[in-house]
């Protein structure tokens, strides 16, 4: 039987970016000292830590922890793409589970440079060449950002077969930017006006610019432990871990014709339903929810995805407000990436993060009565889908 | 998870268990599952009587509370009996926890050999006994855990008991070394040092404090490290009353000196507090990094010597952290000043130190190079920042002999990063004499300058140290100079030479000269040395030229003061050479000898910049751009002196035009025969204007004035300046003339501008195609290996071309395919770094700079391209060109863009009469329709909203739906080639508004 994993503490700073933030380590060992103050407790009664991020050289994670102390503890370093963030989360509630170690620490972090995501190694296989052959395929390789490009693809075919407005993707980022003006951590807090959004230029159709998350500077970190050490440290009820799953592309991804599952739709859709499975809890009795909004396409496959809303629904969905505060789920009230900002490393403790404020009800102005139950989708490219349901 | 420790099957042995600390450690093991061997000899706390009492209490109190224990009294010095009753008993031993101990506490002056011997024989021997003899099970079993009991009294002393403090810190050291001898065997071995109230410490604590320190807050520790799962070995602890910590040692970075080095009890006092200072310490925690520092320092072999002033050791080829400095024209201006230039205005040769617009340009004084590297030394000397084992004063440092060195002609303006170290120091007896080299680099890390100043120490030497070269160098020859130069000395030549950076109050405060004992300030030597240079450069230099100079020696021998008369006296020795001195007039002292001055016998070339320079010709805009460029105008100018060729016979005079960003060169040459125009530089201009290339475009458009770019210093004239006030007739070109090039520029694909430039040689677009041709002629199974049909579309000059590898023998042709299978768009620039592989394909593809459509993978197949032989291929351009060039070219023109037309007009009459003809699919479609198409640009208003649906030219006020899309893709759209949900998932349609209704016009694919 494997050991309940509590999130003892959390804790991030404010998004920044690029260009304007720490190096990593410092923002990292700030994420970190936040979540050891925030759980009550000293770095030395760590037992491993998981440190993410995507760009940087190997053993950062070592450097960013160093920081807060050197105690020689096992240090993994992980890299998942968009996804590393919740799979190092997941590694360290494996260990807690497994009965491997007491009490982890999972950090995030990500210094991202200006402009779109692109290659850093182009003397070997391009990770996403498979992917991008799909694209290709479909609709060719533009001058626009690839991620743009393929998300936005995704849109497109979303669109030709429901017969989506496009307001309603642009609707999306106006309740991303609403939620993140309550969120002193996000990077933008300004709202925006569905017209602001439809008008912003076009990145790839029908994205506009406000419709695709910044590059962004930032870290998070979490404290994972069992109960007796949680017992230990006077912890009540602590938030919990109820059920996590992670998955890879199916070959869908690659022989379907489709940008929609070659974007991950079928990850999604198959960690969404492992995970109901493993905690018992469909998605009617979720209350929170922060999904991987890298572009508002992506949010609105997702819902589908993971069953907030029937196939075809999304559109209904989003007029309904069933994404905001007073419908049936509160979606991002984090901001999102799109508003948050999405450091890549640091994007899957972040969403954490807002879920265990969520679930102890000091979220603020942000917080969503009542929430008992929580739900983290974090997806990258290449590719791999954490779900993760959180407990009180 | 969190499961109490346990000692399940463990066997422990705590010896004086029957009061105190030893019962405690003793209840706890047994409470947690351990087999307990109970040992108390029932003596007083003086090591006075035996009795079984004690240990059998503890015994029953643990089997009381379900344990496992057995009783022992024997003596610790008889340790192998109370081990033996563990093997006896339980059959092995697991822990021993040497607990056991007595006091004979008093003052040392009443210390008996007995009390010393007493307390000897409990704790040291009896520690030593029971652990020997369980030491080998230990062994055999390859695991065990040893627990030493000390004391603060040992740690730290304590009045009345240097016996018990002796024997405390005996058995730390004997544990330290088991830690070392079982740590192998997974046998470790600890030591705590408790504060309890036990009834040793009744005799020295108060009572309520013992209270307080309670044996339960001791055995805690004990029993964590005595258990399997603590990793601890060979550490001391401290513990009591609720605190636990762990001591370990500290060592002061201290004083080390070399081997060989005479060290004096003299030398430790002086040396004292480096010895005891703490603030660079370390904690050595075995053996061998207690004795690194010290191998290190044997490794390092003999001593140089040294004295309280300077440590050899220490000192030599110490490098100081790098540091930076910039300068400018004025600064090299003020320099030369400063050092006597210019004192006649009408000195041409002065004239171009100090002139930054000087019309054979400005140069800068050479030994100027010695400045940055001496103002950072004054800077580190000023904040007190010097190198270890230098330890003089600022005072007794004299500046002897000075060394500098340029790679090259300093440029106007340099950011510089000074690098030094102690190069060398000499023992000459009395005095040190310490070099100090500094390496000077610009921007990209090129070597600029090199300098030694060698200081004399006044009366820091004599450590018989090594005394360096004695032979004096630079010896003139006996005779008469060959050139002597006389120069007086300006009375405040020293206030002007300071502001170069060398603010020492010597040179120009008369209270603070009288102080050092001159009789007023004197000149700085460097300002001697920078007058000495110019004397040299100006008197024994081709052309005075500054920059043949490579590097000057001098030493100073005497002081000058301002106002004073220098005579400088030179003798050749060979072409590059010259030996100097340097004389003050007026009281016949030499001043600087044993100095030389070597040149270079050819001008050092000024590094490249590393960025690469843009094109010569290339002028800002595109070269497709029928914006006028600078090309255009000097295309135009070679038109008017064709149209009036007496102009030239007006202004006799070969101008050169050197313009900057993008750079290129031009020579107008107003001389020779009727004039002419060319792209390059020409041999001799006599008059050469450098100007960035847009200044040049506003003073040809008459938006700059020629006059104010001069003196705002954008336009640098050299050569014959007058001359150039003869361009004038610049501005009377026709502007029409310029236009004419322009277009003539932009028609002819970006082709050289100006006729009489040579046609250049570097390959391009085309070039590489025809290479491309002549290796598919020479290598036909190319097609069965790929057997793909690629085209590339190039932008940028716009191109064409199709790379058939599948049909025939294949072929390679420009213009565009019927049935691509595999397209490449991408900029003409980013082909051509990707096939002379600059540019990677990937990371153009990654990067959205190469557009891959249809067959993806097919591009990969492209891998030939890298074997064609560049040596082949050269071959086949140059025919080609032969060919183009007698007319005969090879390479098919490129058709005229060949859009399938959809023939909008055509097409629309199509839709509007389908739609009359169909009102059953009109009431379907039932929405407005904006089409806008491209290529050519069509507005068309498709209203099927009402019963009788309309197509018509125009614009919708309120469309339902907009399409957007190309004339050729709606071509392929309506003749059913290609589908709607393609073009639009391909972004070469687009859908603004209700998208559903695209679905509903699936009677489109049959409309053309």
């Not at chain 1, 940008?259 to 109901?276: C, H, P, R, S, V």
């Not at chain 2, 009788?948 to 190309?966: C, Y």
Request: proline letters at 4%; glycine letters at 10%; aromatic letters at 8%.
């Amino acid at each position: 039987m494997a050991n309940k994993v509590n999130v003892l503490g959390v804790g991030m700073i404010k998004f920044a970016k690029p260009g304007a933030s720490d190096d990593y380590n410092v923002m990292a060992a700030g994420a970190i000292r936040e979540a050891l103050n925030d759980a009550g407790v000293e770095y030395p009664e760590v037992q491993q830590a998981y440190a993410g991020y995507v760009y940087g050289d190997s053993t950062c994670g070592q450097r960013a922890v160093y920081e807060v102390g050197i105690t020689g503890i096992p240090v993994f370093n992980v890299n998942n793409n968009c996804s590393t963030g919740s799979s190092a989360l997941m590694l360290g509630a494996q260990a807690i589970a497994g009965g491997m170690a007491e009490c982890v620490l999972v950090v995030g972090f990500e210094k991202m440079e200006k402009g779109a995501l692109g290659s850093k190694f182009t003397d070997r296989t391009n990770p996403l060449d498979q992917h991008a052959g799909v694209m290709s395929k479909l609709q060719g390789f533009n001058q626009a950002p690839p991620a743009a490009q393929m998300f936005g693809g995704a849109g497109r075919e979303y669109r030709w077969k429901h017969g989506t407005k496009k307001e309603t993707f642009a609707k999306i980022s106006v309740k991303a930017r609403q939620h993140a003006s309550n969120n002193p951590y996000a990077l933008f807090s300004n709202v925006l006006s569905l017209d602001e959004v439809m008008n912003a230029p076009e990145v790839f159709d029908p994205l506009t610019r406000y419709q695709c998350c910044p590059p962004t500077c930032g870290a998070a970190a979490a404290i994972l432990c069992t109960d007796a050490f949680a017992k230990k440290h006077g912890a009540v009820d602590p938030v919990y871990i109820a059920a996590q799953v992670m998955t890879t592309d199916y070959t869908s991804s690659f022989d379907e014709d489709s940008m929609i599952k070659m974007i991950g739709y079928d990850m999604a859709k198959q960690a969404a339903a492992d995970l109901y499975e493993k905690a018992g809890i469909g998605a009617e009795d979720v209350d929170v929810v922060e999904l991987h909004d890298c572009f508002t396409a992506n949010e609105l496959l997702t819902y589908e995805a993971i069953g907030l809303c029937p196939e075809g629904g999304a559109e209904k969905f989003i007029e309904d407000g069933d994404n905001t505060y007073g419908g049936k789920f509160v979606t991002n009230p984090s901001g999102g990436l799109l508003s948050k900002g999405h450091p890549l490393g640091a994007t899957g403790l972040a969403q954490c993060t807002e879920l265990v404020w969520q679930l102890r009800g000091t979220a603020d102005k942000r917080q969503v009565e009542g929430a008992k139950i929580a739900l983290q989708h974090n997806l990258g490219l290449g590719g791999a889908c954490v779900m993760t349901m959180y407990r009180k | 998870m969190s499961k109490e420790l346990r000692f399940d099957d463990k066997v422990a042995i705590v010896t004086g268990a029957g009061n105190g600390l030893g019962r405690s450690h003793a209840l706890m093991l047994a409470a947690r599952g351990a087999k307990v061997v109970v040992n108390d000899l029932g003596g007083g706390i003086a090591g006075e009587g035996q009795s079984s009492k004690a240990a059998d209490i503890v015994v029953d109190e643990i089997k009381k509370a379900g344990g496992e224990a057995a009783a022992n009294y024997d003596s610790v010095v008889d340790g192998d009996k109370i081990v033996q009753t563990a093997m006896d008993t339980y059959g092995r031993v697991d822990i021993v926890i040497n607990n056991a101990g007595i006091l004979r506490d008093t003052s040392f002056a009443k210390m008996s050999e007995a009390d010393w011997d007493l307390i000897y024989q409990v704790h040291v021997k009896g520690s030593y006994k029971v652990t020997a003899a369980a030491w080998p099970h230990m062994r055999e079993q390859k695991y065990g855990r040893i627990i030493m009991t000390a004391s603060a009294a040992g740690i730290y002393g304590n009045f009345g008991q240097a016996n018990y403090s002796m024997a405390k810190l005996g058995v730390t050291g004997f544990a330290n070394t088991l830690a070392r001898e079982g740590g192998g065997r997974n046998i470790f071995s600890n030591t705590i040092a408790p504060l309890a109230g036990s009834r040793l410490t009744e005799t020295v604590l108060p009572e309520d404090l013992i209270k307080a320190l309670k044996p339960e807050y001791v055995s805690p520790l004990v029993a964590w490290l005595c258990h399997q799962e603590c990793e601890e070995n060979g550490s001391l602890f401290e513990v009591g009353g609720g605190y636990f910590g762990k001591l370990r040692w500290e060592r002061s970075e201290g004083k080390m000196y070399r081997v060989g080095r005479d060290i004096t009890p003299d030398t430790i006092k002086a040396a004292w507090s480096q010895i005891t200072d703490f603030s660079k310490s370390t904690h050595p925690s075995d053996i061998n990094e207690s004795m690194q520092p010290i191998m290190n320092n044997i490794s390092k072999g003999e001593s140089k010597g040294g004295n309280e002033f300077i440590d050899v050791d220490e000192a030599l080829g110490y490098q100081f952290a790098p540091s930076t400095s910039s300068y400018d024209e004025r600064d090299l201006a003020l320099y030369a000043l400063g050092v006597g230039a210019g004192d006649d205005p009408a000195n041409d040769k002065d004239l171009q130190l100090v002139y930054e617009m000087h019309g054979t340009g400005f140069k800068a004084l050479p030994s100027y190079a010695v400045i940055p590297a001496v103002n950072q030394i004054i800077t580190m000397a000023k904040e007190g920042k010097t190198a270890p084992g230098l330890n003089f004063g600022i005072d007794r440092l004299l500046h002897g002999e000075q060394y500098t060195e340029v790679v090259r002609p300093l440029p106007p303006h340099a950011k510089l990063t000074h690098k030094s170290n102690v190069k060398s120091i000499y023992d000459k007896g009395k005095n040190a004499l310490v070099t100090y080299e500094t390496k000077s680099y610009d921007e990209n890390d090129n070597l600029m300058m090199v300098n030694e100043l060698t200081a004399v120490i006044r009366g820091a030497g004599g450590w018989g140290g090594e005394r360096g070269p004695s032979e004096p160098k630079n010896v003139p020859p006996t005779g008469k100079p060959d050139v002597v130069t006389e120069q007086n000395i300006g009375a405040n030549q020293a206030l002007l030479y300071r502001l170069s950076g060398d603010w020492n109050p010597l040179h120009v405060d008369p209270g603070m000269a009288k102080a050092f004992g001159f009789e007023k300030p004197i000149l700085h030597g460097l300002c001697t040395f920078g007058y000495a240079t110019r004397h040299v450069i100006n008197a024994c230099f081709p052309d005075s030229d500054p920059r043949f100079f490579k590097s000057i020696n001098v030493r100073f021998a005497d002081s000058v003061y301002p106002g004073e008369t220098l005579i400088t006296e030179m003798w050749k020795d060979g072409d590059n050479r010259v030996v100097f001195q340097c004389k003050v007039k007026e009281r016949d002292k030499v001043v600087i000898s044993n100095a030389a001055i070597e040149r270079y016998s050819e001008i050092p070339k000024p590094v490249a910049p590393k960025k690469k320079t843009e094109s010569a010709q290339g002028g800002a805009a595109a070269p497709g751009s029928a914006e006028p460029i600078s090309s255009d105008i000097f295309t135009a100018i070679g038109k008017f002196l064709e149209a009036d060729p007496s102009v030239a016979g007006q202004i006799q005079t070969v101008f050169q035009f050197v313009l900057t960003g993008p750079d290129s060169v031009y020579t107008v040459d107003l001389k020779n025969g009727g004039g002419s125009v060319s792209a390059g530089e020409t041999a001799k201009p006599e008059c050469s204007l450098e100007l960035s290339d847009s200044d040049f475009m506003d003073m040809c458009t008459g938006k700059a004035d020629a006059q104010k770019l001069y003196f705002g210093g954008k336009l640098k004239i050299s050569g014959n300046v007058m001359a150039s006030q003869k361009l004038t007739f610049l501005s009377k070109l026709d502007p029409k003339l310029v236009l004419d090039a322009a277009k003539a520029r932009a028609g002819s694909g970006g082709g050289a501008p100006v006729e009489a430039a040579p046609q250049s040689d570097e390959p391009n677009s085309a070039d590489v195609f025809i290479a491309m041709r002549d290796y598919v002629e020479k290598n036909p199974d190319i097609v069965s290996q790929v057997g793909v049909v690629f085209q590339f579309k190039l932008t940028d000059p716009d191109s064409v071309w199709t790379l058939d590898a599948k049909n025939g023998k294949g072929s390679v042709d420009e213009g565009e395919t019927q049935k691509p299978e595999c397209t490449l768009e991408l900029s003409d620039a980013d082909f051509m770094g990707m096939t002379s592989g600059d540019l990677d394909a990937q990371k153009l593809y990654f990067g959205g700079k190469l557009k891959i459509s249809g067959n993806v993978m097919a591009s990969q197949k492209l891998t030939f391209l890298q074997k064609i032989d560049p040596e082949q291929a050269k071959e086949a351009v140059k025919k080609a060109r032969a060919e183009k060039a007698a007319g005969g070219g090879t390479a098919k023109p490129a058709p005229t863009a060949k859009t399938v037309a959809a023939s909008g007009p055509g097409l629309l009459e199509k839709l509007a009469s389908f739609a009359s003809a169909n009102p059953g699919i009109v009431s379907e479609v039932a929405a407005k329709m904006q089409w806008n198409i491209t290529g050519p640009d069509m507005r068309w208003a498709v209203d099927f909203s009402k019963g009788v649906g309309t197509a018509k030219e125009g614009t919708l006020d309120s469309a339902d739906v907009t399409f957007t899309i190309s004339d050729g893709d709606l071509a392929a759209l309506t003749s059913g080639t290609e589908s709607m949900e393609v073009l639009y998932q391909n972004g070469k349609l687009r859908i603004d508004g209700d998208l559903q209704v695209a679905h509903r016009l699936g009677f489109l694919k049959t409309l053309a």
